[in-house]
């Protein structure tokens, strides 16, 4: 079965992953911090964005492959794939500041609204769908 939305959107975080991980990887080659942060402040905040984003997405990827395959392609699936990203994005610029930023705080609020969404979709799924399964042979009535 072809998931679109869930290919683009995998696609879209293996690029955000590699942008994290670059940001801390120029930090690490022009100070050669081979371990660590080694006390340095931005170092440290980099490595966080890059641990929180790869601590969030897998969930939010299976959950997503999970949804389109039960219902299929759907605008919201989009929707909600394209605000995860924004919202990682922000996250991680906002992850740069000394102080709380709107970019931060938005981008943890909007992620944290898209797991919540589609979490709830995928048990509205489980426990309301109406299409009927066949019961495993060991299960079956004869």
């Known amino acids: 079965m072809l998931l679109p939305i869930t290919l683009t959107f995998a696609a879209a975080c293996a690029l955000l992953n590699m942008w994290l991980a670059i940001r801390c990887a120029?930090?690490?080659i022009k100070d050669k911090v081979l371990h660590g942060d080694a006390g340095h402040g931005l170092l440290a905040k980099r490595m966080?964005?890059?641990?929180?984003?790869v601590e969030y997405t897998p969930i939010v990827?299976?959950?997503f492959a999970l949804v389109e395959m039960a219902v299929g392609a759907s605008l919201w699936l989009w929707i909600g794939a394209l605000v995860y990203v924004v919202a990682r994005?922000?996250?991680?610029?906002?992850?740069d500041a000394d102080k709380?930023?709107?970019l931060r705080a938005g981008g943890?609020?909007?992620t944290w609204g898209v797991m919540l969404a589609i979490a709830i979709t995928a048990l509205s799924i489980a426990y309301t769908a109406t299409r009927e399964f066949p019961a495993p042979p060991t299960m079956a009535v004869r």
């Open 89 to 95: 994005v922000a996250h991680g610029f906002g992850m």
């Open 100 to 102: 709380p930023t709107a």
């Open 108 to 110: 943890a609020l909007l």
């Open 26 to 28: 120029r930090f690490r």
């Open 48 to 53: 966080r964005a890059h641990a929180n984003f």
């Open 61 to 63: 990827l299976i959950l």
